[in-house]
């Protein structure tokens, strides 16, 4: 970018074009696929060659999996839970690098361990608390006795009930905490310099005004490669929403897009599922051009 | 990792994190705790009993020579993962931020496989990685017999890996390249102005100060292979052949997901995750150190 | 005792605007009863499963079902068993063949044979055909459940192949389908047999072999007389069946063919790849639409050893569960949907639009007098009927009752894929498979101390 360097750069556009090649690959295999009728799309191996049936899958998949209402839904939902990771992870590591406190390594390990089992594997448990996300704090107030005692002292029966089920809130709450955003704050902030804040506290800004005034631009780049991720991964979330949402109608595109999917002894219609798979994967594509804008070259030397 | 100016207000700094406390606590522990409770007795799925059982999944699992294959598997599986996804993405990200011509269409399709959804990303690779019908079909025509994933352990291996490196980079790379991208210009154009090469330059300068990132992807590439890949196994190989594919996370799946057995499910999930905590302690005791951070 | 709501403004706070989203649960429609009714099945078969549920709701007035796909079998259980732990289950769950025994041992489902009982239902339960009933029947003879989506294996063969080597007909014992492979591949088929060494695959290369054949899975009349069966396969013909197998394999005259070799065998077949699959009739409509235009196929009973009484094969799929716990008019509902789903023009609907076949006999009689079999697109399809009614006694493996038969299926998975793939003998792999087997068993047990077997 600063001097003028020939050889390397047809290197270096080889090789991006290389990647280029290697990441489209996949995918253009799948617009192949969406554009054959169910016959071609079975042959093996599949003609590469398009065949002509691309619209009429993509109606098809469109109105057989209800995407429109559903696409909204999903919007919602991965909007919702981009922003509250984004959020709340930003507001966590400011928390652990900026302050002292005692056991704030023990927190951090706590939120870095929730990376480690998949739902999967704790749906039943889990399920139980999105029923009703008070049941963790009833079962302490009854295990404690304070349950008893306040129903002695006062004939209150505390009975603690909020259920998420068929709910956006129980749809994005249960998945905005967030180790992994939580860790890639802190791996930034420990890289901003000490100067920063203590130009800020001269000036008698306060660790709210220096969180909103200096680290959130800051961290514009960062907040937009996590915000796209997150969205991503919301969007293509699939057992959770299932759960939640035991009425259909409300439904996200992915869960719908998985009853495309063609089971054994059914017809292989492969050719609608691949366009259905390329609909429901179009709005994360335009986030991540979207994104773009948000990359912005850093202005605030972080050395010294 | 310490800063020296730090902001006094103890309980403004609590206050900040209790969100993500108790979101942790609700969702996570809460239920967590009585899935791996199980992994002390004998539950039925359906209710209506469990038996204690002591440390009998632990012994019984531990005491399995397959379960140990199955460990060195997953330790495989994740540093070559690891390894590659990164590797790759870092060479990209580094091209990709020299602003090239085009840069911006590499920028974004760089990554899009990180958006692909699961059944198709399996159609996909099936399709590519076919020996008899796919791409891979004209390597067994020049060398017959040199691809075979369905009875190949190890092709088998390699074509899990292919799936799932494929998927990572686009992750990888977006943080590489938001990490480039804080880089200040007048960093760079000072060094260029001193004569260093753009090798040079990104040997002296760019790397070192993407250590924090690197770090940060380490620890949670290595994690993610660990406990996030029973999909793409499942999708890809179940397993097979004879084993060849079966990562911990996978057997915890088919086990407890599929098969209904949660307690050994659970057993395996501890053992997994303090396997994974173990890792994870060990990059923060040891890795971190060579992190520039200033 | 007063009780109060506290709380949904404590939490709300950290929810933030998202909590304000609440969407709302879906209304009793004009005091109708609704039910749920989750299912496993995707794809095609959903949408056959939804427009059952359609006809069931524009039927009549009283009650409404909502069903749903969970995606996959297992998805549909496991969703059923956390929905059920925390007192939110559907009235109905479609359970597959491997999910049954932990359900049965529960307390969480109300009999099939009592609901329709209690609810006035006469049920002439002698009217499902008799594989499908040895299957599903506990071992008094009750049934707990309604068979739903059934089906069984058949060999599907290519005519025009067969014709080339001056037969008519398919192989109808083992011995003569080893002449036919090599009269096949001596006439320049590459393929003659393609078969699949996927854990799914033990439901015919196992299970439906041991069947067609007389031969016993397990001890304890394959699980149905109590959970200390031990599996016995190891000393069946299943080991000469499998050396046989990889034998063909050898020489050539059978090729593996699976999803992960780009091809499963039923695109082998439909494409003309391979002469001879076996595989269920409910592929039966899916080579229909993909097969190679012009191509003249057939299906035929599985093939059993030479000297061998052929048995009834087996059923596969998934049967109809009520869960415990729900109000009695959602029972009422219930089982006025099973009702309705097990009138016989329904069963010519269900035929109709999926590969699975009628699970009574009024509902096949009804199919044979609406001349279903003799349209084209179906004809061969009664000859699973005839597959699972070939003998009137129940075979040594009628049926599987045995707990993490799952995990079992891919014990034996694993074992075939060592075995072709050369690193084990054929009986130190089935030893194998029925060691772990064995092993899973007896976890299976111990997990259920104390219960019995209905």
């Known amino acids: 970018?600063?001097?003028?360097?020939?050889?390397?750069?047809?290197?270096?556009?080889?090789?991006?074009?290389?990647?280029?090649?290697?990441?489209?690959?996949?995918?253009?295999?799948?617009?192949?696929?969406?554009?054959?009728?169910?016959?071609?799309?079975?042959?093996?191996?599949?003609?590469?060659?398009?065949?002509?049936?691309?619209?009429?899958?993509?109606?098809?998949?469109?109105?057989?999996?209800?995407?429109?209402?559903?696409?909204?839904?999903?919007?919602?939902?991965?909007?919702?839970?981009?922003?509250?990771?984004?959020?709340?992870?930003?507001?966590?590591?400011?928390?652990?690098?900026?302050?002292?406190?005692?056991?704030?390594?023990?927190?951090?390990?706590?939120?870095?361990?929730?990376?480690?089992?998949?739902?999967?594997?704790?749906?039943?448990?889990?399920?139980?608390?999105?029923?009703?996300?008070?049941?963790?704090?009833?079962?302490?107030?009854?295990?404690?006795?304070?349950?008893?005692?306040?129903?002695?002292?006062?004939?209150?029966?505390?009975?603690?009930?909020?259920?998420?089920?068929?709910?956006?809130?129980?749809?994005?709450?249960?998945?905005?905490?967030?180790?992994?955003?939580?860790?890639?704050?802190?791996?930034?902030?420990?890289?901003?310099?000490?100067?920063?804040?203590?130009?800020?506290?001269?000036?008698?800004?306060?660790?709210?005004?220096?969180?909103?005034?200096?680290?959130?631009?800051?961290?514009?780049?960062?907040?937009?490669?996590?915000?796209?991720?997150?969205?991503?991964?919301?969007?293509?979330?699939?057992?959770?929403?299932?759960?939640?949402?035991?009425?259909?109608?409300?439904?996200?595109?992915?869960?719908?897009?998985?009853?495309?999917?063609?089971?054994?002894?059914?017809?292989?219609?492969?050719?609608?599922?691949?366009?259905?798979?390329?609909?429901?994967?179009?709005?994360?594509l335009i986030v991540v051009i979207l994104m773009q804008r948000w990359f912005v070259r850093g202005i605030v030397a972080t050395e010294k | 990792m310490e800063k020296r100016a730090l902001f006094s207000n103890k309980w403004l700094g609590v206050a900040l994190i209790t969100p993500q406390i108790l979101l942790v606590f609700t969702f996570f522990y809460w239920p967590t705790g009585q899935a791996l409770f199980w992994a002390f007795t004998l539950e039925r799925p359906w209710g209506g009993g469990n038996e204690w059982v002591g440390l009998h999944n632990f012994a019984s699992m531990l005491g399995d020579p397959v379960y140990w294959a199955s460990v060195a598997k997953s330790m495989v599986f994740a540093f070559a993962t690891t390894g590659f996804g990164m590797g790759l993405a870092l060479v990209l990200a580094i091209l990709a931020d020299r602003e090239l011509r085009g840069f911006r269409v590499y920028r974004t399709v760089l990554v899009w496989p990180y958006a692909i959804a699961a059944p198709a990303l399996g159609l996909a690779f099936r399709f590519i990685l076919a020996p008899q019908a796919g791409f891979m079909a004209f390597l067994n025509h020049v060398w017959p017999g040199s691809w075979d994933p369905v009875l190949n352990g190890l092709d088998a291996m390699i074509a899990i890996i292919i799936a799932y490196v494929w998927k990572s980079?686009?992750?990888?790379?977006?943080?590489?390249?938001?990490?480039?991208?804080?880089?200040?210009?007048?960093?760079?154009?000072?060094?260029?102005?001193?004569?260093?090469?753009?090798?040079?330059?990104?040997?002296?300068?760019?790397?070192?100060?993407?250590?924090?990132?690197?770090?940060?992807?380490?620890?949670?590439?290595?994690?993610?292979?660990?406990?996030?890949?029973?999909?793409?196994?499942?999708?890809?190989?179940?397993?097979?052949?004879?084993?060849?594919?079966?990562?911990?996370?996978?057997?915890?799946?088919?086990?407890?997901?599929?098969?209904?057995?949660?307690?050994?499910?659970?057993?395996?999930?501890?053992?997994?995750?303090?396997?994974?905590?173990?890792?994870?302690?060990?990059?923060?005791?040891?890795?971190?150190?060579?992190?520039?951070?200033? | 005792m007063k009780r109060y709501l506290l709380g949904t403004a404590a939490l709300s706070t950290a929810a933030g605007a998202a909590a304000l989203l609440a969407l709302a649960m879906p209304a009793m429609a004009g005091g109708k009863t609704k039910i749920d009714f989750w299912y496993g099945n995707s794809g095609h078969i959903s949408e056959v499963v939804q427009q059952v549920c359609k006809n069931f709701n524009d039927s009549q007035q009283d009650y409404t079902i909502v069903c749903t796909s969970q995606g996959s079998y297992a998805a549909a259980v496991?969703?059923?068993?956390?929905?059920?732990?925390?007192?939110?289950?559907?009235?109905?769950?479609?359970?597959?063949?491997?999910?049954?025994?932990?359900?049965?041992?529960?307390?969480?489902?109300?009999?099939?044979?009592?609901?329709?009982?209690?609810?006035?239902?006469?049920?002439?339960?002698?009217?499902?055909?008799?594989?499908?009933?040895g299957y599903y029947a506990t071992s008094k003879g009750e049934m707990y459940s309604f068979p739903f989506n059934s089906s069984t294996a058949l060999l599907y063969w290519n005519k025009d192949a067969f014709q080339k080597i001056g037969k008519t007909a398919a192989p109808a014992t083992w011995e003569e389908a080893a002449e036919d492979m090599k009269a096949l591949k001596a006439a320049g088929y590459a393929c003659p047999f393609g078969f699949d060494i996927t854990a799914d695959e033990s439901w015919q290369f196992l299970e439906q072999f041991s069947a067609v054949n007389n031969e016993p899975l397990a001890t304890k009349d394959n699980g149905y007389g109590g959970l200390d069966a031990e599996l016995v396969f190891n000393k069946t013909k299943f080991v000469k069946y499998i050396t046989d197998l990889k034998s063909w394999y050898d020489q050539g005259l059978a090729v593996i063919k699976d999803e992960q070799a780009g091809q499963d065998m039923v695109a082998a077949f439909a494409s003309g790849d391979c002469q001879m699959i076996l595989t269920s009739v409910g592929d039966h409509g899916t080579v229909g639409s993909t097969a190679k235009p012009g191509m003249n196929w057939s299906v035929a009973m599985l093939p059993v050893y030479e000297g061998v009484k052929r048995h009834s094969s087996l059923v596969g799929g998934a049967s109809l569960w009520v869960l415990a716990g729900k109000s009695p008019e959602e029972y009422k509902a219930a089982a006025a949907f099973l009702n309705f789903i097990a009138q016989p023009e329904q069963a010519l609907f269900w035929s109709t639009n999926t590969g699975y076949i009628p699970v009574t006999k009024t509902g096949y009689d009804?199919?044979?007098?609406?001349?279903?079999?003799?349209?084209?697109?179906?004809?061969?399809?009664?000859?699973?009927?005839?597959?699972?009614?070939?003998?009137?006694?129940?075979?040594?493996?009628?049926?599987?009752?045995?707990?993490?038969?799952?995990?079992?299926?891919?014990?034996?998975?694993n074992g075939w894929q060592a075995i072709f793939a050369n690193k084990v003998s054929v009986q130190e792999g089935i030893d194998g498979m029925v060691e772990r087997g064995n092993a899973i068993l007896r976890r299976f047990e111990a997990t259920y101390k104390g219960k019995q077997l209905p």
């Open chain 1, 1 to 284: 970018m600063v001097e003028r360097t020939p050889i390397l750069d047809i290197v270096s556009q080889v090789l991006l074009f290389l990647g280029l090649l290697t990441s489209l690959l996949p995918m253009s295999v799948i617009v192949i696929a969406a554009t054959h009728d169910i016959w071609t799309v079975n042959q093996v191996p599949m003609p590469l060659i398009p065949g002509h049936d691309f619209w009429k899958n993509v109606t098809e998949a469109w109105i057989r999996a209800d995407l429109g209402p559903k696409i909204l839904n999903s919007i919602v939902f991965a909007l919702g839970v981009a922003a509250g990771k984004v959020s709340i992870a930003a507001l966590s590591a400011f928390s652990i690098v900026y302050f002292r406190y005692r056991g704030k390594m023990v927190v951090f390990w706590l939120i870095f361990i929730t990376l480690m089992l998949p739902l999967e594997v704790r749906i039943v448990p889990t399920y139980a608390v999105a029923a009703n996300a008070l049941s963790p704090y009833q079962t302490i107030l009854d295990l404690t006795g304070i349950t008893w005692l306040v129903h002695q002292a006062t004939g209150v029966q505390i009975a603690l009930k909020w259920g998420l089920l068929n709910s956006y809130t129980g749809l994005i709450l249960p998945l905005i905490a967030t180790a992994t955003g939580t860790f890639l704050y802190r791996q930034y902030f420990l890289t901003l310099p000490d100067e920063l804040t203590e130009a800020a506290r001269m000036d008698g800004a306060g660790a709210i005004r220096f969180f909103f005034d200096v680290i959130i631009p800051l961290s514009r780049t960062n907040m937009a490669a996590l915000g796209t991720i997150m969205f991503v991964w919301a969007w293509n979330q699939y057992l959770w929403p299932l759960l939640v949402t035991t009425d259909a109608a409300h439904g996200t595109a992915v869960t719908q897009l998985k009853e495309l999917i063609p089971q054994h002894f059914g017809i292989p219609d492969w050719n609608v599922a691949m366009a259905g798979t390329l609909i429901v994967m179009l709005p994360p």
């Open chain 2, 169 to 294: 980079i686009g992750y990888n790379f977006i943080f590489f390249l938001a990490a480039l991208q804080a880089i200040p210009k007048s960093l760079i154009e000072a060094a260029a102005m001193d004569g260093s090469g753009i090798l040079r330059r990104i040997k002296d300068i760019q790397v070192p100060l993407l250590t924090p990132t690197i770090f940060f992807l380490i620890v949670i590439n290595l994690t993610d292979s660990f406990t996030d890949s029973f999909g793409i196994v499942d999708i890809m190989t179940q397993g097979g052949p004879a084993r060849a594919t079966e990562l911990m996370v996978y057997k915890i799946f088919f086990d407890g997901f599929k098969g209904l057995d949660y307690s050994g499910a659970a057993a395996q999930s501890i053992i997994l995750m303090l396997l994974v905590i173990v890792l994870t302690f060990f990059q923060f005791r040891y890795v971190e150190r060579r992190v520039h951070y200033k």
């Open chain 3, 78 to 133: 496991q969703n059923t068993i956390a929905a059920y732990r925390a007192g939110q289950q559907p009235t109905i769950v479609q359970v597959f063949d491997v999910g049954t025994l932990d359900l049965m041992l529960s307390d969480a489902y109300y009999p099939a044979s009592k609901l329709m009982a209690d609810e006035g239902y006469k049920v002439d339960w002698n009217n499902y055909l008799p594989g499908i009933r």
């Open chain 3, 366 to 413: 009804y199919m044979v007098s609406h001349g279903f079999y003799d349209d084209p697109k179906y004809k061969g399809r009664e000859i699973a009927i005839a597959s699972l009614t070939a003998s009137d006694e129940l075979s040594a493996t009628h049926g599987t009752r045995m707990g993490g038969f799952l995990q079992i299926r891919n014990e034996v998975a």
